[in-house]
């Protein structure tokens, strides 16, 4: 596997929901990546829609706060592959 492009994708939340936090990962993937309605990605020209795929896959999960109120983050990481 060949990877073609890696970016951090960082999720930050009020409550502690981990599915919404992947799927905010994968929206921010997206909008990272340039990826418009046709699948073609801007931000990562060696990008082949037929063969290459995107993989976002969670880090580590961090909670902060106090009296004040709790943040939840979430970190991923999104990659660009290609099976080679």
Sequence with gaps: MKILKKLSVVVQRKECNF???CDEAH???MLKLGCDEDGYLSNCPEWQRSTDSIVVMFVSYKTTGGMGGWWHEYIFECS???DI
């Design 80 to 82: 660009v592959v290609r």
């Design 19 to 21: 599915d919404r936090a």
């Design 27 to 29: 929206s921010q993937s």
